[in-house]
């Protein structure tokens, strides 16, 4: 069983900075790839950024520059750090972890961008 929590998530004035935290727990040693989507209201959820095992990077054009996806080896931990949040990056932001074919997700957590 494997369980994927996020934390960080809260409301920030325009221009301002948060880190996300997702930890994930269970039976896989080491997840292939882990990332982050979001999901603003009446919209499909979209990737954000993800982090292989290698430490391969992907992002979304919409945040590339302003946010940055990071892990450590040791662990199933990845943090997304977010600068220069704009108030089209409100949205519930869900942690993804994918192994041998299936994924895991978390419950979300909101990042409001509003002053």
Known sequence: QVH????????VQ?????RLSCAASGSIFRFSTM???RQAPGKQRELVATITS????????SVKGRFT???YNTNNTVYLQMNSLKPEDTAVYYCNAR???AEYWGQGT????SS
């Open 69 to 71: 996806i990071s892990k």
């Open 14 to 18: 325009p221009g301002g900075s948060l």
């Open 110 to 113: 909101q990042v409001t961008v």
């Open 4 to 11: 994927v929590v996020e934390s960080g998530g809260g409301l």
């Open 54 to 61: 290698g430490f391969s990077t992907n992002y979304a054009a």
């Open 35 to 37: 990332g982050w989507y």
């Open 99 to 101: 192994f041998s074919g």
